[in-house]
């Protein structure tokens, strides 16, 4: 059984920095793609970044120049680090991977973790 678990959010203030961490666990053989994905109240949720098993990444253009993720393949960890935050950044991260166990391939879920960027 794979669980992911998240941390690191919190309250700031504009223009502040944040880092968020998800680390899975479990009976884990690989992992593909990771990424971060944000749901703000009342909208859907929405793609933040991704960063594929070979290290390309990409962006939501709203977070390009100030969100930066990365992974750590050795620890099944991707993080994601925020600058200059926005009170537009406020929302619900999860994180997801990609996670191959024996005999099973999927994407996983974090928890969510509430990010809120006061003005």
């Known amino acids: 059984q794979v669980q992911l678990v998240e941390s690191g959010g919190g309250l700031v203030q504009a223009g502040e920095n944040l880092r968020l961490s998800c680390t899975a666990s479990g009976s884990i053989v690989g992992t593909g793609t990771m990424g971060w994905y944000r749901q703000a109240p009342g909208k859907q949720r929405e793609l933040v970044g991704l960063i594929l098993g070979g290290g390309g990444t990409n962006y939501q253009d709203s977070v390009k120049g100030r969100f930066t993720i990365s992974r750590d393949n050795a620890k099944n960890t991707v993080y994601l680090q925020m600058n200059s935050l926005k009170p537009e950044d406020t929302a619900v991260y999860y994180c997801?991977?990609?996670?191959?166990?024996?005999?099973?391939?999927?994407?996983?879920w974090g928890q969510g973790l509430q990010v809120t960027v006061s003005s």
């Open positions: 997801n991977m990609y996670i191959v166990t024996i005999g099973e391939r999927s994407d996983y």
